[in-house]
Each structure stands twice: as structure tokens, then as C-alpha cells.
């Protein structure tokens, strides 16, 4: 058990709507990534926050958004949903923002999105 | 932006044998490079990693080495047991902490 945790498991939704994804990062910990795992991708880099903060962008799509909330806990936002959105999505933690002894990413066990 | 090559894709080796995967990167100035092995259903674990100013690093039947100038660094399993049957990825952070991964290896050990 990583300590980050995610919520919910398992989502199963139609084209065109719109969900919300859940993580609460490991105790102390101020940065939060998300990751998309699908099977032709593997795992890709959507977005990361620090203290509330974004702080790096990867692959993510403008109907995608996220968000940092004071306690630290992260949403990820996905809209106008498109069969291709199926896939996995993990959320990750580390200390501190980069760069440092202590900037290792711990992964939570992830949210299994699929969309008809 | 940073590559990451993993080779091979899959992995098929006799329990107590030996396992190696290796992973290249395209960016100089990546400085961490960790291992994450995923079971069927579970996130990405951390099981090893290894910083650009050490060559190589062990943890029990695990091993990283990591060689800077050819931009290349390896996972060494030894003595593999059922349970190493995974999906393992490697992967690469810049400065900012981006992690880029490799497309990953599905390591099967036959009893």
C-alpha cells in the first residue's frame, strides 16, 4: 500500500458525459501527478500540482482539467468523454516539488474509466 | 522532449533464473531513473531506483546500473521467483520531476 489513495475504483460512463476523478496524496506529501495508462499509450503524463499549484502539463487534453484543493487532495476533471478516454488513471504523490533527494513518485492503485 | 526505449517487451524465464531489461534515454540532463513493477490491477510500485551520480545500486535479488555517457540503464533480477511475474517500467525524470516512461516489459517466470 502506496498511501495515496483513489476513488472510485471503477467508473463506467456514456460518450459526452463528464466525471470526476479522486486522489488524496500520502501524509505530507505536496505534489500530485496524474497519469493516463491506456493499452496503445502505456502510461503518459497528463498534469502535475504542487502546493495548490500547477506546475507541469504533459499530454492532456483541453476537455481535460484538474485541480489542487487546500488539504492537498487532487481532482481530475473529464468532459465530453470519447470512447478513446477509456483507460486507466493513476495518481501519484512525492515530498516535494523536483529535483531532490526526496522527489520519488508513489502511485495509488488507480481508476478504471470506461466509456460506451 | 525525453525517450525512453525498454527492451524487451516481453520476458519468458525458468524460476531461479535470471531476468534483465534495459532501458535507454534521450535527455542528458535526466537525473533519476526508477523501476515500477505493476501487477494485473494494481498501480505502478516502486521497486528500485538509482540517481545520475551512482553507477549502480542494489536491493536483495534487484539490481540497477545505470551508465551516463551510452544513456543506458538496466534492471537485474536474480534468482526470479513466480511472484516477479509483472509488468515492469522504466523511467526517467528531468529537473522538474516529469517522469517519462518506458513502454514496459511483461516478465512471465515458468515454475
Known amino acids: 500500500d502506496s498511501g495515496v489513495t483513489q476513488t472510485p475504483k471503477h467508473l463506467i460512463t456514456a460518450t459526452g458525459q463528464r466525471v470526476t476523478l479522486r486522489c488524496s496524496p500520502r501524509?505530507?506529501?505536496?505534489?500530485v501527478y496524474w497519469y493516463q495508462q491506456s493499452l496503445d499509450q502505456g502510461l503518459q503524463f497528463l498534469i502535475q500540482?504542487?502546493?495548490?499549484?500547477?506546475?507541469a502539463k504533459g499530454n492532456i487534453l483541453e476537455r481535460f482539467s484538474a485541480q489542487q484543493f487546500p488539504d492537498l487532495h487532487s481532482e481530475l476533471n473529464l468532459s465530453s468523454l470519447e470512447l478513446g478516454d477509456s483507460a486507466l488513471y493513476f495518481c501519484?504523490?512525492?515530498?516535494?516539488?523536483?529535483?531532490?533527494?526526496?522527489?520519488?513518485?508513489?502511485f495509488g492503485p488507480g481508476t478504471r474509466l470506461t466509456v460506451l | 522532449g525525453e525517450n525512453v526505449e525498454q527492451h524487451p517487451s516481453t520476458l519468458s524465464v525458468q524460476e531461479g533464473d535470471s531476468a534483465v531489461i534495459k532501458c535507454t534515454y534521450s535527455?542528458?540532463?535526466?537525473?533519476?531513473f526508477p523501476w515500477y513493477k505493476q501487477e494485473l490491477g494494481k498501480g505502478p510500485q516502486l521497486i528500485i531506483d538509482?540517481?545520475?551520480?551512482?553507477g549502480e545500486k542494489k536491493d536483495q535479488r534487484i539490481a540497477v546500473t545505470l551508465n551516463k555517457t551510452a544513456k543506458h540503464f538496466s534492471l537485474h533480477i536474480t534468482e526470479t521467483q513466480p511472484e516477479d511475474s509483472a509488468v515492469y517500467f522504466c523511467?526517467?525524470?528531468?529537473?522538474?520531476?516529469?517522469?517519462?516512461f518506458g513502454a514496459g516489459t511483461q516478465v512471465v517466470v515458468t515454475p
Open positions: 538509482i540517481r545520475s551520480n551512482v
Open positions: 535527455d542528458s540532463a535526466s537525473n533519476y
Open positions: 501524509s505530507g506529501d505536496l505534489s
Open positions: 523511467a526517467s525524470t528531468d529537473s522538474w520531476g516529469k517522469l517519462q
Open positions: 501519484a504523490s512525492s515530498p516535494r516539488l523536483a529535483g531532490g533527494p526526496r522527489d520519488t513518485q508513489y
Open positions: 500540482y504542487y502546493n495548490g499549484e500547477e506546475r
